[in-house]
């Protein structure tokens, strides 16, 4: 059953310009949500409600926040279900998966309920008698933050959770091909007990947020952006709020490597693979990119990662799979683009290439595949990449891995670090050394040992460097310094005026 659904600013549902079917990926006839689109003008005016709504919700003492995150935490534990239902039904994420995702947002929330009685400031010793220093930590403002829809509700509550315990107001505007989802889980928000205006949601297409975010920023009206999406929208996100002198929270594409050492347990390394590279079918910004696999092991590594790529389960995403459908049309046009970049001198080692259809089936797929079907796609593991290869250099968001070998650990790590991203990165060994000279040398913000490049967990720095952020870091206590600005404070009791640097304590 279709839903209608419009923006919601100051508690109040706005009207739109346009509309946009969101629809299943597996079944793409099918509509899930008629989405209202609203304009430059609409995304401005949330901005300037929540800046009105800000002032009032920052003087709710922080344990008192902390009190209505619980509530989110346990609203949204109660709807997991219903919620991971309609992700998967929305983008096509297997429903194991989607309730791992609901689940994320259930730790967010564990986490930073706390932190409304923390929040801690400091005091600091002065160079002076008689005169005391603290730190407090400030609410910014206005955070408008803008997602993408792989991660429909748990990466949004990344930025929303922290941003709303610091006494922040949020714009968010979800990706419009997963609306229905994220308008779930804004229900689920305000139920918690947030005042309107707090927490707004506005649909609109990427050309009226720009516009709307650059008005919002010339009033002074937005104090923070917060971004997860390709590495090209990220830049112009990052150059237009610098402009106004305001900061960005960026958390863009990967090419994430996976490094395989001779001593590897090779059963493990090709599990962590099929998940890294194929769970969610590739779309995760954590997903793998290419295995460096050592040249003494690779024949043996290839030939079994094949296998297990051919037996691996994709099809209805309601069903035990691997991965299930893309996650949407736009997405599948960009997937059949990249695999345009295979070459003569690769060797694809996974069988058929491609949309599954019924004359390019695959064996035990369980999905739809008739009459156009769902937006279900081979998993694809492409040899005999070459560093200089576009499918080497450049994030491929789908079901495709590439392979290529080394000889020497510096020549992985160099290999690793050659396509400029420096968001999650894995390592297979058995040997400590191994693991820690990679750790070292890698320039990514996550290195995973013996585990997936994929599926980091909620309370650690969650981020990148490169061409895959800014260096700020979404999740786990780091966030808070994207979500408060520090204040200092001296208090001079002496009675006189002490100048720092100059009236310096004789011992
Ligand atoms: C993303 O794809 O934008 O670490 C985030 C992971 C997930 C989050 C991925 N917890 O793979």
Known sequence: MSRQIVSIVGGKETGSATTYPSTNPARPGEVVAHVGLADAGTFAAACRTAKEAQREWAKVPAPVRGRVIASIGRLVEANAERLAHLVTEEIGKPYAEALGEVREIVDTCDFFLGEGRRLYGQTVPSEMPAKNLFTFRNPIGVAAVVTAGNFPVAVPS??????????????????EYAAASAHAMYQLFVAAG?????????????????????????EGSVQKVGFT????????????????????????????????????????????????G??????????LGTVIVHESVHDEFVERFARAVGEARIGDPEEDVLAGPLLD??????????LTWIQPHHQVVSGNIGKITEDNPRRDFDGDSAN??????????????????????????????????????????????????????????????????????ISAGMVSVNNSTSGAEAHLPFGGNGKSGNGSRQSGMWVLDQFTRWQAMN?????????????????
């Open 329 to 338: 049309q736009k997405f599948a046009d960009r997937y059949e683009e990249y």
């Open 491 to 507: 208090w001079d009791h002496s009675g006189r005026l002490q100048k720092a640097q100059m009236d310096v304590a004789e011992i």
């Open 372 to 441: 156009g079907g769902g937006l279900y796609y081979h998993p694809v593991v492409v040899d005999g990449v070459r560093p200089t290869d576009r499918l080497f250099l450049e994030e491929t968001f789908g079901p495709i891995v590439g392979v290529t070998t080394f000889s020497t650990l510096d020549e992985a790590i160099e290999l690793a670090n050659l396509p400029g991203y420096g968001l999650s990165s894995s390592i297979y060994t058995t040997d400590p050394q191994h693991a820690f000279r990679f750790r070292e040398g």
């Open 158 to 175: 990344w930025y929303l959770v922290p941003a709303l315990l610091c006494g922040n107001a949020v714009v968010w505007k979800p990706a």
């Open 229 to 276: 999406g390709s590495s090209e929208v990220g830049r112009k996100i990052g150059e237009l709020t610098g402009r106004h002198l305001q900061s960005a929270c960026l958390e863009l594409g990967g090419k994430n490597p996976m490094v395989i050492m001779p001593d590897a347990d090779l059963d493990l390394a090709v599990e962590g693979a099929l998940f890294s």
């Open 278 to 287: 194929f769970g969610t079918a590739g779309q995760r910004c954590t997903s």
């Open 194 to 218: 947030l005042p309107d205006g707090v927490l707004n949601i506005v649909f609109a297409d990427g050309a009226a947020t720009y516009e709307g975010l650059e008005q919002a920023l010339g």
